[in-house]
């Protein structure tokens, strides 16, 4: 079966450091990648995607994750955390237009920022 | 522009009753989803509509659980016989139409709760 696995349900950082959170696959066919973000009383928001062409993708608020297909990982990563990007945060994958572009989600990290 | 909304954003309901979750997309936006998201957990694909049907009703856990769409904009998903295991918070995307390159928009859900 299809699956994303987040590691690390909570996660803490400094203000100002460097900001990992992993996410891993499993499918021997390459799936769209995606990051979302949910802040408290707000829906999901995407941060970014991979479809296909360059591993290295760049969203908002100075996110990014690298598509590594030997590894079967997404990790997302930001050089420098601020307070603002508290959140939870969501892995997703999506498998081909056959499937409508339904997303099946990891079961997400929350990222908490101390000052 | 308006985004994806949900009403109610809270119910209350006790178990065996009848409940309907309505959700609005986007203006113009062919393709919508509903997905669950328990206490804890990622959200979890139900059911996707293209226009005014069901392509992909794979998720929905059981015949308690049915959706509509029937003028291809506005959607219910609707629930029979609640159990509190259906206590949980329903999420309702849009997107311009169906598929992974599509970015699906994502509404601020519907906490169920069942007593």
């Known amino acids: 079966a299809q699956s994303v696995t987040q590691l690390g349900s909570h996660v803490s950082v400094s203000e100002g450091a460097l900001v990992l959170l992993r996410c891993n696959y499993s499918s021997s066919v390459p799936p769209y990648l995606f990051w979302y973000v949910q802040y408290p009383n707000q829906g999901l928001q995407l941060l970014l995607k991979y479809t296909t062409g360059a591993t290295l993708v760049k969203g908002i608020n100075g996110f990014e994750a690298e598509f590594k297909k030997s590894e079967t990982s997404f990790h997302l990563t930001k050089p420098s955390a601020h307070m603002s990007d508290a959140a939870e945060y969501f892995c997703?994958?999506?498998?081909?237009?056959?499937?409508?572009?339904?997303?099946?989600f990891g079961q997400g990290t929350e990222l908490s920022v101390k000052p | 522009g308006a985004g994806v909304s949900q009403t109610p954003s809270n119910k209350v309901t006790e178990k065996g009753k009848y409940v309907e979750l309505r959700c609005d997309p986007i203006s113009g936006h062919t393709a919508l989803y509903w997905y669950r998201q328990s206490l804890g957990q990622g959200p979890e694909f139900l059911i996707y509509?293209?226009?005014?049907?069901?392509?992909?009703d794979s998720g929905l856990p059981n015949d308690r659980f049915f959706a509509v769409r029937p003028e291809g904009s506005v959607s219910t998903l609707k629930i029979q016989r609640t159990e509190r295991g259906d206590s949980a918070v329903y999420l309702c995307?849009?997107?311009?139409?169906?598929?992974?390159?599509?970015?699906?928009?994502f509404g601020p859900g519907t906490r169920l709760t069942v007593t």
């Open positions: 995307a849009s997107s311009s139409t169906g598929g992974p390159l599509y970015e699906q928009y």
């Open positions: 509509f293209q226009g005014t049907g069901a392509a992909d």
């Open positions: 997703a994958v999506s498998y081909g237009y056959n499937q409508g572009g339904k997303l099946i």
